[in-house]
C-alpha cells in the first residue's frame, strides 16, 4: 500500500518537472528612460521623423514567439498606421506603419485614432520602424519647440501600400497545423478504444 502511494507521487513529480522544461518565462521590465537629447539631435539619431495623423492602431502578438524555446519572444505590442503630412527624415511615402511596444512597463506609446503626432522612430528590435516614450515622439499640439527646431519638412510622395497579410499567412499556419495535430491526437486516441 505505502509502496503504490509512493509511485503515485514519483510519477506525479516527474510528470510536474516534465511540464516545466515546456514553461516558458516572460521577462519582466520596467521602462527607465534617460533624458531625451534636443531635437536636432533626436532627428540625427532617429531612422525616421515625421508628423502625421494616426489612421489604425493594432494590437500586435506574434504566437511564434510564444511557444516554448522560441528565440524571440515579442511582448506584444501595437502597429501604427500613420498617414504622413510632413517629414524629415526616412520617409517619403504618404503613409507608414510604426511599432510601438507593449503599454506601462514595455515603454509603448498609446497611441489614438485621429490625433496627430511629431514621431522620431529607429530601426530597434525588429526590422520595422519603431518608438516608444523615450524619445521626443509627442502629440502634435505639445511639440512646438520641436517643430520649431526642424524648421519645415517636406510632404511625402505617393501612397504606398502596407502589407498586412503577413499575418494573415502566419494566423492560418498556425491554424491549419492545430487542427492536423488535433485531428492526429483524435484518430490515435480512438485506435486505442
Known amino acids: ?22 514553461i516558458q518565462p516572460f521577462p519582466a521590465s520596467a521602462c527607465s528612460c534617460a533624458s531625451p537629447p534636443d ?4 532627428k540625427d539619431m532617429s531612422a525616421a521623423v515625421f508628423t502625421g495623423k494616426v489612421l489604425q492602431v493594432n494590437e500586435r502578438t506574434d504566437w511564434i514567439g510564444l511557444l516554448p524555446f ?4 515579442d511582448r506584444g505590442g501595437f502597429d501604427v498606421v500613420f498617414e504622413v503630412q510632413s517629414t524629415w527624415k526616412g520617409v517619403d ?16 506609446i498609446p497611441f489614438q485614432v485621429g490625433q496627430e503626432y511629431l514621431v522620431y522612430a529607429s530601426y530597434w528590435e525588429r526590422n520595422d520602424l519603431e518608438t516608444n516614450i523615450c ?17 519645415s519638412g517636406t ?12 499575418y494573415l499567412s502566419t494566423g492560418i499556419i498556425l491554424i491549419i497545423s492545430g487542427g492536423a495535430l488535433f485531428y492526429l491526437f483524435l484518430s490515435q486516441t480512438k485506435r486505442r478504444r
Open 1 to 22: 500500500m505505502i509502496l503504490k502511494k509512493v509511485q503515485g507521487i514519483i510519477t506525479v513529480f516527474s510528470i510536474v518537472i516534465i511540464f516545466t522544461f515546456f
Open 39 to 42: 531635437p536636432l539631435t533626436a
Open 70 to 73: 522560441g528565440d524571440n519572444l
Open 93 to 108: 511615402q504618404q503613409q507608414v506603419l510604426i511599432v510601438t511596444d507593449g503599454l506601462g512597463g514595455a515603454c509603448g
Open 135 to 151: 524619445t521626443r515622439t509627442a502629440l502634435k499640439a505639445d511639440a512646438g519647440v520641436d517643430l520649431q527646431a526642424l524648421g
Open 155 to 166: 510632404v511625402p510622395g505617393p501612397l504606398a501600400a502596407i502589407n498586412w497579410n503577413d
